[in-house]
């Protein structure tokens, strides 16, 4: 049997949406830049992302399970896994089921758990899969959520600000979960944007970057790929939030240049290269 094997891969379980920057549509290129194979395993197919007024959304639920077969028949195993956006309660179980039948013993699985932002749930995103949300955590080797979706896992009232006393008690709650290491991106402290790192045996740590125009679609999409492809090359944790705050700040200024929609994301494709 051929071995399928012999390059770095990440498996992504993430949405396809045909317009906006986001999710498989960004992670795919910077996955594959930074010098690792990457696989999509579709969880629904938008034709925009849910930041449009209106979009097509189709649910992969029941066909998840036969794509995984076919990934099994090959004998696939992965350096890393990087789930992103799941568009129904079932697809919790298919998930877990993946990361237990796919990741290679020494494998890397990141868990961005894309749920909203702005303080609400996105549209698709009903309590109870929420809940259910809570109970793959417990898989992430690294998770990246934004400060909404960190308060939706951890059962705390959002609001505007933070102290840094606050954060350290939401990023507390995250890691006894079960991640190893947790970094909690878009936090709003005035002319910035942090970001918060903890992990094991470590001081947190606030990366920050100067706030440039609005927050964006597609950029938590951008920063866990970046995250997902260094984990897997075996790059310091905290060089390597830094190197996806500095990138994303690039790209957002180049949007606002160009006065790109905030709904069609941020340009990156021509900083592509500095990832390399």
């Given at each position: 049997?051929?071995d399928?094997?012999?390059?770095?891969?990440?498996?992504?379980?993430?949405?396809?949406?045909?317009?906006?920057?986001?999710?498989?549509?960004?992670?795919?290129?910077?996955?594959?830049?930074?010098?690792?194979?990457?696989?999509?395993?579709?969880?629904?197919?938008?034709?925009?992302?849910?930041?449009?007024?209106?979009?097509?959304?189709?649910?992969?639920?029941?066909?998840?399970r036969?794509?995984?077969?076919?990934?099994?028949?090959?004998?696939?195993?992965?350096?890393?896994?990087?789930?992103?956006?799941?568009?129904?309660?079932?697809q919790?179980?298919?998930?877990?089921?993946?990361?237990?039948?796919?990741?290679?013993?020494?494998?890397?699985?990141?868990?961005?758990?894309?749920m909203?932002?702005?303080?609400?749930?996105?549209?698709?995103?009903?309590?109870?899969?929420?809940?259910?949300?809570?109970?793959?955590?417990?898989?992430?080797?690294?998770?990246?959520?934004?400060?909404?979706?960190?308060?939706?896992?951890?059962d705390?009232?959002?609001?505007?600000?933070?102290?840094?006393?606050?954060?350290?008690?939401i990023?507390?709650?995250?890691?006894?979960?079960?991640?190893?290491?947790?970094?909690?991106?878009?936090?709003?402290?005035?002319?910035?944007?942090?970001?918060?790192c903890?992990?094991?045996?470590?001081?947190p740590r606030?990366?920050?970057?100067?706030?440039?125009?609005?927050?964006?679609?597609?950029?938590?999409?951008?920063?866990?790929?970046?995250?997902?492809?260094?984990a897997?090359n075996?790059?310091?944790?905290?060089?390597?939030?830094?190197?996806?705050?500095?990138?994303i700040?690039?790209c957002?200024?180049?949007?606002?240049?160009?006065?790109?929609?905030?709904?069609?994301?941020?340009?990156?494709?021509?900083?592509?290269?500095?990832?390399?």
């Amino acid at each position: 049997m051929a071995d399928h094997n012999i390059q770095k891969k990440i498996a992504l379980i993430n949405d396809i949406s045909g317009f906006g920057k986001c999710s498989t549509a960004v992670a795919l290129p910077i996955i594959s830049v930074m010098g690792i194979q990457c696989c999509p395993l579709p969880t629904s197919i938008f034709s925009n992302h849910t930041g449009f007024k209106s979009y097509y959304f189709d649910d992969y639920s029941n066909r998840m399970r036969t794509y995984m077969r076919e990934w099994e028949k090959l004998g696939l195993k992965f350096d890393g896994i990087c789930s992103g956006f799941l568009g129904s309660e079932k697809q919790i179980g298919i998930v877990r089921d993946f990361f237990n039948r796919f990741i290679k013993e020494d494998g890397i699985i990141i868990i961005d758990p894309v749920m909203g932002d702005y303080g609400r749930p996105y549209a698709t995103y009903t309590p109870a899969l929420c809940q259910e949300m809570k109970t793959l955590v417990k898989y992430a080797h690294i998770l990246t959520p934004n400060i909404t979706e960190a308060c939706i896992l951890t059962d705390t009232p959002y609001k505007n600000s933070w102290t840094s006393r606050e954060l350290k008690v939401i990023v507390e709650k995250l890691f006894d979960m079960g991640p190893e290491k947790i970094v909690i991106t878009g936090i709003p402290q005035r002319s910035f944007v942090a970001n918060y790192c903890y992990w094991k045996q470590k001081e947190p740590r606030i990366i920050r970057t100067h706030k440039i125009g609005e927050s964006r679609s597609g950029t938590g999409d951008i920063f866990s790929a970046i995250i997902a492809a260094d984990a897997v090359n075996g790059v310091d944790f905290k060089e390597s939030v830094t190197k996806a705050s500095s990138f994303i700040k690039k790209c957002i200024q180049r949007s606002v240049e160009l006065n790109l929609p905030l709904t069609d994301g941020v340009c990156f494709e021509e900083y592509l290269y500095k990832l390399k």
